[in-house]
């Protein structure tokens, strides 16, 4: 079974909208931590947004927040005033206590448009 | 924040050839370092962890005598493509672990292999 799933392969939004881009993860693990990475066309990996699974409230920075739902196991990111320099693909992934590195989902690729 | 260097960014070499891609922390201590493989469209795959004094942890299916890997330095990991080939085309990417307790990997900007 996939640990992280991203079912959206591409999502449109209009410039200063927002935006939700879903990820739903598995784990048995009580201790873990979710991430939410950009990867524009250039190829480098953005770090964005971290939530730990004994957060009591859902990550936020800057116009990225995460909306954490820890009983559905899902962590949406969600951007707020998307700009036209948000078009990428976007991963979420998850790291499991044990593990030192994450496991990623497919993607996401958001095309903002003007 | 903490920065990634990956060199090159992009290379092209004949098939039978080795290529070397580095991979630098440079402004903090890596201990554990990752590589990954990204074909295009597609999300990152895990190769093998990276770890300074010791040898890399590969990934079930990822041929450890064509992927060479050093970590000798808290702050440089290597991987070598060993005899490339066509199908060793790819984007390899690194990352580097933050050992301060911050849970947070720092990628690499990545290197496009194209083999000919």
């Known amino acids: 079974a996939q640990k992280i799933t991203q079912t959206q392969p591409g999502m449109f939004v209009q410039e200063k909208e927002a935006v939700t881009l879903d990820c739903t993860y598995d784990t048995s693990d009580p201790s873990y931590g979710l991430f939410w990475y950009k990867q524009p066309s250039s190829g480098e990996m953005i770090f964005l947004i971290y939530?730990?699974?004994?957060?009591?409230q859902n990550a936020t920075e800057g116009r990225y927040s995460l909306n954490f739902q820890k009983a559905r196991k899902s962590a949406n990111l969600v951007i707020s005033a998307s700009q036209l320099g948000d078009s990428a693909m976007y991963f979420c992934?998850?790291?499991?206590?044990?593990?030192?590195?994450?496991?990623f989902g497919k993607g996401t690729m958001l095309l903002v448009s003007p | 924040g903490a920065v990634v260097s990956q060199h090159p960014s992009r290379v092209i070499c004949k098939s039978g050839t080795s290529v070397k891609i580095e991979c630098r922390s440079l402004d903090f201590q890596a201990t554990t370092m990752f590589w990954y493989r990204q074909f295009p469209k597609q999300s990152l795959m895990l190769m093998a962890t990276?770890?300074?004094?010791?040898?890399?942890?590969?990934e079930q299916g990822v041929e450890k005598d064509k992927f060479l890997i050093n970590h000798a330095s808290l702050t440089l990991s290597t991987l070598t493509v060993t005899s490339a080939h066509p199908e060793d085309s790819s984007f390899y990417i690194c990352?580097?672990?933050?050992?301060?307790?911050?849970?947070?990997?720092?990628f690499g900007s990545g290197t496009q292999l194209s083999v000919l």
């Open positions: 990352s580097a672990r933050w050992d301060l307790g911050i849970e947070k990997l720092f």
């Open positions: 990276s770890n300074e004094g010791s040898k890399a942890t590969y």
């Open positions: 992934a998850m790291r499991e206590r044990g593990y030192s590195t994450l496991t």
């Open positions: 939530q730990g699974s004994y957060d009591q």
